[in-house]
C-alpha cells in the first residue's frame, strides 16, 4: 500500500486491503493529505478518478473511525434519495465491524422520523440540503459536534432550491470544514466557495499530469 493511504487509520487500510484497492488514483495522491490537514477544499476532477472513494475516506479519518456523542460529526449533501442510498451502501461497507453510525435522510422519508431517529445518535449524517435545511429550521439537528460538510458531485447545486438551501444551513453553522467536489467549476459553485471563503487564503493547485484543479482555502 503507497502513500497517502499509507497515512490513514488502520481500520481503513484493512477495508481498502479488503476491497483489492492499494494503489491510490493521481486525485487521491493528490487530495487526500491536503482534505486531511483540516483546510477548506474545492476541488474539481473528472467523472473515475476517485472522488466518490476521497470523500468515504477523508470522512471516516476525520472521525477517527469511531462512535462519540449523540450529535452528527460530518455531513454529506447529495442531489437525491437515490444518490443518498447508494452513498450510504458504501459507507456501511467501509463502516462494518466499527462503531460509526450513518444515517441517511431524504424528501419521501417524514421529517418528524428523522428527528427522532437522528437524536438517537448518528456520526455520518447523508442527506439532501432541502431536508437538511428542513431539519435545522424545525432545531431537528444539532451542529454543536460538526466537523465537516462534504457535497458530493456539486452540480446539482444549479438547480435553485438546493443553492438555496445550501445557503441556508450555511448560517446555521459556526465552524466546520467544507469539500466541495464536482466535475468542472461553474459560476455558482464559485459564488458559494467566495460566500463561505471570503476572508480566507486561496491556493491554487494544479497537476497536469493528472488534469486535476483544486482551489484551496485556509479556514
Known amino acids: 500500500m503507497t502513500m497517502p493511504f499509507k497515512k490513514l487509520h488502520s481500520h481503513i487500510q484493512e477495508k481498502l486491503v479488503f476491497f483489492n484497492i492499494t494503489e491510490p488514483t493521481p486525485f487521491q495522491t493528490a487530495s487526500i493529505p491536503i482534505i486531511k ?17 476521497t470523500l468515504v475516506l477523508t470522512t471516516l479519518q476525520k472521525l477517527k473511525c469511531e462512535a462519540s456523542g449523540n450529535a452528527p460529526r460530518a455531513v454529506i449533501l447529495v442531489e437525491n434519495k437515490e444518490r443518498a442510498m447508494e452513498l450510504y451502501e458504501l459507507f456501511l461497507a467501509y463502516t462494518k465491524y466499527n462503531s460509526l453510525r450513518v444515517y441517511v435522510g431524504h424528501e419521501q422519508l417524514h421529517i418528524d422520523i428523522q428527528k427522532s431517529e437522528i437524536f438517537e445518535g448518528t456520526d455520518i449524517l447523508i442527506s439532501t440540503p432541502k431536508t437538511m435545511n428542513k431539519l ?3 432545531n431537528g439537528v444539532s451542529t454543536a459536534q460538526l466537523k465537516i460538510i462534504s457535497i458530493d458531485d456539486a452540480e446539482f447545486l444549479s438547480q435553485n ?4 438551501a445550501l445557503m441556508s ?3 446555521s453553522i459556526k465552524k466546520c470544514q467544507y469539500v466541495i467536489y464536482s466535475e468542472k467549476s461553474s459560476s ?11 476572508y480566507s487564503k486561496t491556493y491554487e493547485f494544479v497537476n497536469l ?11
Do not use: W
Open 136 to 138: 435545522f429550521l424545525l
Open 37 to 53: 490537514s483540516g483546510t477548506n477544499v474545492y476541488c474539481t476532477a473528472p467523472k473515475d478518478s476517485g472522488k466518490t472513494t
Open 188 to 198: 455558482m459553485l464559485k459564488r458559494f466557495k467566495s460566500y463561505f471563503m471570503e
Open 161 to 164: 432550491s438546493s443553492y438555496s
Open 169 to 171: 444551513i450555511s448560517q
Open 209 to 219: 499530469h493528472a488534469i486535476l484543479g483544486f482551489v484551496l482555502h485556509n479556514q
